[in-house]
């Protein structure tokens, strides 16, 4: 069994685009189901060598949700069956409540998580990923997905805690 690692976040973070970096090409597609599964999304990665399993999920709702149908989704799939979750935010627009939200749920559960801190474009890194630490999920990784920036030193963090 290859590690599975899954891809959650508020729609628009660039888990999909980050899906893409890690599966590279279309080749790497294993499945896509939607309708009963809602996007979930599997694909094989190669992370410096080692193949890992890795889901994209299609988006957890809204901003004036509650917490039940912000996880109640397949996300809370996609999170069980996962051995690392990538926890996806947006440095552009900030942290946000449904961000809280995700987090207080992933504190809850056993499992390792890394917070992909993405978009971080041109700008400082310390100073756009800082607001993100009242997270309390420990380190953040910061990419800019679009041009595959940290996605290296993402892999290495995740081969390190796998
Ligand atoms: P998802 O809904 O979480 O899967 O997000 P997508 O991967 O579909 O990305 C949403 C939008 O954000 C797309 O227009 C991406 O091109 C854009 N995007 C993704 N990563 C970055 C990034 O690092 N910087 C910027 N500026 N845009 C990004
Ligand atoms: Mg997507």
Redesign the pocket.
């Known amino acids: 069994m290859l590690p599975v690692i899954a891809l959650v976040?508020?729609?628009?973070?660039?888990?999909?685009?980050?899906?893409n970096q890690f599966t590279r090409s279309r080749d790497a597609l294993v499945a896509d189901f939607s309708g009963l599964t809602r996007d979930r999304k599997y694909g094989e990665a190669n992370l410096l060598g080692r193949k890992c399993m890795i889901v994209?999920t299609g988006?957890l709702s809204g901003e004036d949700e509650g917490i039940d149908s912000v996880m109640a989704s397949q996300s809370l799939a996609a999170i069980d069956e996962a051995d690392l979750v990538l926890f996806?935010v947006d440095c552009?627009a900030g942290l946000t409540s449904t961000d809280q939200m995700i987090a207080n749920h992933l504190r809850k559960q056993s499992k390792k998580v890394l917070v992909v801190a993405?978009?971080?474009?041109g700008n400082n890194h310390d100073v756009v990923v800082a607001p993100f630490y009242e997270l309390a999920l420990g380190e953040l990784h910061p990419?800019?997905?679009?041009?595959g920036r940290g996605v290296r030193s993402l892999m290495q963090a995740i081969l390190d805690v796998l």
């Open positions: 976040g508020r729609p628009n973070v660039g888990k999909s685009t980050l899906f994209d988006g996806v552009r993405n978009k971080i474009d990419t800019t997905a679009t041009h």
